[in-house]
């Protein structure tokens, strides 16, 4: 501080660019938190460094500048205050040419001293304004970027969800009105309600619509699987696992089927969880594709 107990142009300049030491930042925060007058003085060298970070052009600064600089300010900071130039003055006037001996007086010169700019004060650091300002500007922009890839990104998974979704559903209403499809009903006889389900089948194209209704609820950790049995006398294919929902009701479809394997009829059974590669006795609902 000076001798008005206010903080040097200088040490506000520095403050406003972050580049105090610590002790002395939180001291120059506590003062300008009080004083009106360093509080004017800190919005206008802000501003100055504002208008000077957006006019003037970069230069990227030596490896060694900032150091460079903050010695210099110590040494500043260190070196006395100038002398005032004083003005010898004549006790005798009637005695031209004769000054003052061991009595003479020394009055100092009240002309006002210029003062120096602020702007002057700070252009050793508007480099490293600019370089400050410009690495806020760049980390806004950074983020802004990840947002927009985020938002990118999911886009295209949410485009790409809705074209599988697209394609599964044109897929199903090309297998119910495919004019070759098998369409086979199983049941069981003599069980009321008898349950009973349809299968819908387009060999060329591996395409399976299975759909049941009054089935039986079944033990913990078991479920049915659909099979299908080849024309050709090959062993059963599984078809999909599939468990009844409270009404009875349940459902196949599309499940992953070889190409081209014309099918000689259906049947379901009872597996454990996981499901099986081969049936196991009983069969609970058949149905013939003749």
């Known amino acids: 501080m000076n001798a008005t107990r206010h903080i040097e142009l200088d040490e506000l300049a520095l403050f406003a660019m972050q580049l105090l030491p610590a002790d002395e930042a939180t001291t120059a925060a506590q003062h300008i938190e009080q004083c009106e007058e360093c509080r004017r003085e800190l919005a206008a060298i802000q501003g100055d460094l504002a208008t000077y970070a957006h006019t ?3 230069h990227s600064p030596p490896a060694l500048a900032r150091e460079r600089l903050m ?3 110590a040494r500043e900071k260190k070196m006395p205050p100038p002398i005032r130039a004083v003005t010898p003055v004549n006790e005798f006037p009637d005695r031209p040419g004769t000054l003052l001996g061991s009595r003479a007086s020394y009055l100092e010169e009240d002309e006002p001293q210029p003062r120096r700019g602020v702007l002057l004060r700070i252009l050793p650091w508007t480099g490293w304004a600019l370089v400050a300002g410009l690495a ?4 806004s922009l950074y ?5 927009l890839r985020a938002n990118v990104e999911g886009g295209a998974t949410q485009l790409a969800r809705l074209t599988a979704e697209a ?6 209403v090309d297998t119910l009105n495919d004019p070759s499809a098998v369409r086979v009903t199983l049941q069981k006889p003599q069980t009321v309600p008898i349950p009973q389900a349809r299968t819908t089948y387009v060999a060329d194209r591996g395409s399976l619509l299975f759909t049941a209704s009054n089935m039986e609820p079944l033990l913990p950790y078991k479920v049915y699987e659909l099979w299908l049995i080849p024309a050709d006398n090959r062993d059963p294919i599984p078809a999909g696992t599939f468990h009844p929902d409270s009404r009875g009701n349940a459902s196949v479809v599309l499940p992953p089927l070889p190409k081209g394997v014309e099918a000689k ?3 379901v059974t009872i597996e454990d969880e996981s499901g099986s590669t081969t049936p196991t006795p009983p069969i609970v609902l058949a149905g013939s594709a003749s």
């Open 136 to 139: 806020v500007t760049a980390g």
């Open 56 to 58: 003037v052009d970069l």
């Open 71 to 73: 010695k210099q300010v």
């Open 143 to 147: 983020m802004d970027r990840i947002t």
């Open 167 to 172: 394609a599964a559903a044109r897929q199903v």
């Open 265 to 267: 009829a259906f049947g």
